[in-house]
């Protein structure tokens, strides 16, 4: 897993940008939100990276 500091800083930003999305949007954008953030965070799980 690749934790370097501009890493982090570029998954901050995405994870940030999909919770005010949740926070603030509609009830179909927290849904998008929700799958959107899954992924995000999906992509930086080593075995499941090799997969998506």
């Not at 999305?21 to 849904?31: D, L, R, S, T, Y």
């Not at 959107?36 to 499941?48: N, S, T």
């Amino acid at each position: 897993m690749n934790l370097s500091q501009e890493n982090l800083m570029k998954v901050g930003i995405a994870l940030g940008i999909v919770y005010a999305a949740w926070k603030f949007g509609p009830a179909w954008a927290k849904a998008g939100a929700l799958g959107v953030g899954a992924v995000v965070v999906a992509k930086q799980v080593p075995y499941v990276k090799d997969v998506l």
